[in-house]
T-cell receptor, first 113, second 114 residues
Framework: AQSVTQPDIHITVSEGASLELRCNYSYGATPYLFWYVQSPGQGLQLLLKYFSGDTLVQGIKGFEAEFKRSQSSFNLRKPSVHWSDAAEYFCAVGNTGFQKLVFGTGTRLLVSP | EAQVTQNPRYLITVTGKKLTVTCSQNMNHEYMSWYRQDPGLGLRQIYYSMNVEVTDKGDVPEGYKVSRKEKRNFPLILESPSPNQTSLYFC?????????????FGSGTRLTVV
């Protein structure tokens, strides 16, 4: 069965520092990959998605993610974190024929001054 | 505006008292789904529907019912809620459950069962 692993439950980053959130997936073919962000008390907002083509994907709010097939990874990056980026981040996998998106357990990002 | 509307946003209820969480979408999506979000577990699918009158169980369907009598509506029913159903619930809709055309999520319903 398909699965998504986000190995970091919490990450603390200083404001202005760079960020990388890890995501590994388990799926036999090339999946659709997504990163969602959930701010406190809010719903889910799509940051970016990968279907095919260029493995470096640009998203909203200055985020990017890189698909690495050999590592089954889709890590999220941002060069300079802002205090407003403090939120929970979810990686998800899908594909044609799926009946749902499969989500990871999430990584909570804390931003220190 | 394209959206998925869930109601209520917050609900506190007592064990055993039947409740319904409504979900409505205005995008003519065939696919709709309910997820629950719990700390450390991410989002898990409860039920989904591929079209009117077509519903199926997700990963955690126990204690829940759904119906899809109209394309736009997909209510989640808890006939006898229990404290372990305290959670944050999201409704979602899409043209494609695999995600190719994106998902639209509702704002969530935070349910507390005491």
């Amino acid at each position: 069965a398909q699965s998504v692993t986000q190995p970091d439950i919490h990450i603390t980053v200083s404001e202005g520092a760079s960020l990388e959130l890890r995501c590994n997936y388990s799926y036999g073919a090339t999946p659709y990959l997504f990163w969602y962000v959930q701010s406190p008390g809010q719903g889910l907002q799509l940051l970016l998605k990968y279907f095919s083509g260029d493995t470096l994907v640009q998203g909203i709010k200055g985020f990017e993610a890189e698909f690495k097939r050999s590592q089954s990874s889709f890590n999220l990056r941002k060069p300079s974190v802002h205090w407003s980026d403090a939120a929970e981040y979810f990686c998800a996998v899908g594909n044609t024929g799926f009946q749902k998106l499969v989500f990871g357990t999430g990584t909570r990002l804390l931003v220190s001054p | 505006e394209a959206q998925v509307t869930q109601n209520p946003r917050y609900l506190i209820t007592v064990t055993g008292k039947k409740l319904t969480v409504t979900c409505s979408q205005n995008m003519n999506h065939e696919y709709m789904s309910w997820y629950r979000q719990d700390p450390g577990l991410g989002l898990r699918q409860i039920y989904y529907s591929m079209n009117v009158e077509v519903t199926d169980k997700g990963d955690v369907p126990e204690g829940y019912k759904v119906s899809r009598k109209e394309k736009r509506n997909f209510p989640l029913i808890l006939e006898s809620p229990s404290p372990n159903q305290t959670s944050l619930y999201f409704c979602a809709s899409s043209y494609d459950p695999g995600g190719k055309y994106g998902y639209t999520f509702g704002s969530g319903t935070r349910l507390t069962v005491v």
